[in-house]
Nanobody
Framework: QVQLVESGGGLVQAGGSLSVSCAAS????????MGWFRQALGKEREFVAA????????YYADSVKGRFTISRGNAKNTVYLQMNSLKPEDTAVYYC????????????????WGQGTQVTVSS
């Protein structure tokens, strides 16, 4: 059975940095694109970043471009999201997701989801 387990969330001051990771099991990780989505309280879930199966192509939401970096380690079955210059509006539960093949920015394209990790940015 497929499991995605996020870790690394927490509380950080505005302007700071935080890294979250997602460990995958139960799938052939190197065949799957991975995505990060987030959902703030009272808002809909939104796309943050995605990376193709090989790591050769990445996608970012305009709101995080230049501040966040997605990467993956296929040997460790793990995807990472490095978040710099954090803003209070980045506060949300961050979810990782997996889909076979190429990366997508639409959450409905993803087959598997983690349980989420809270990221809180204080002003």
């Amino acid at each position: 059975q497929v499991q995605l387990v996020e870790s690394g969330g927490g509380l950080v001051q505005a302007g700071g940095s935080l890294s979250v990771s997602c460990a995958a099991s139960g799938l052939t990780f190197s065949s799957y694109a991975m995505g990060w989505f987030r959902q703030a309280l009272g808002k809909e879930r939104e796309f943050v970043a995605a990376i193709n199966w090989s790591g050769g192509r990445t996608y970012y939401a305009d709101s995080v471009k230049g501040r966040f970096t997605i990467s993956r380690g296929n040997a460790k079955n793990t995807v990472y999201l490095q978040m710099n210059s954090l803003k209070p509006e980045d506060t949300a539960v961050y979810y990782c997701a997996a889909k076979y093949g190429f990366g997508e920015t639409t959450d409905s394209a993803y087959s598997y989801w983690g349980q989420g990790t809270q990221v809180t940015v204080s002003s």
